[in-house]
């Protein structure tokens, strides 16, 4: 299993930037298409936007497109998620998860961050 940390949440107004970022460790990253799912208060988790494995490619739920941008380094083992034009509705913890196969599916990623918390004022 990877082991996945992410970091850089935090408050920032309506309109303002963020960029959170997950580490990983444990075994071969760039194995890994990376998805980021976000989960607020009292709603189900849903998926963000994803990368594949070496970041040629990503795709985005339609509420963030044209504002959210997901990168990664292999050679440094992170992946971010550059959220700019932020919302209100984008309150929520945003968790990083990998996955080596069937990667159109959110199921196959096994591999979970704990999550950090972004939090947009109005």
């Known amino acids: 299993q990877l082991q996945l940390v992410e970091s850089g949440g935090g408050l920032a107004q309506a309109g303002g930037s963020l960029r959170p970022s997950c580490a990983a460790s444990?075994?071969?990253?760039?194995?890994?298409?990376m998805r980021w799912f976000r989960q607020a208060p009292g709603k189900a988790r849903e998926r963000v936007g994803s990368i594949t494995w070496k970041g040629t490619s990503t795709d985005y739920v339609d509420s963030v497109k044209g504002r959210f941008t997901i990168s990664r380094d292999n050679s440094k083992n992170t992946v971010w998620l550059q959220m700019d034009s932020l919302k209100p509705e984008d309150t929520g913890i945003y968790y990083c998860a990998g996955c080596l196969a069937g990667c159109t599916v959110d199921s196959n990623y096994k591999s979970w961050g704990q999550g950090t918390q972004v939090t947009v004022s109005s």
């Open positions: 444990g075994r071969t990253f760039e194995n890994y298409a």
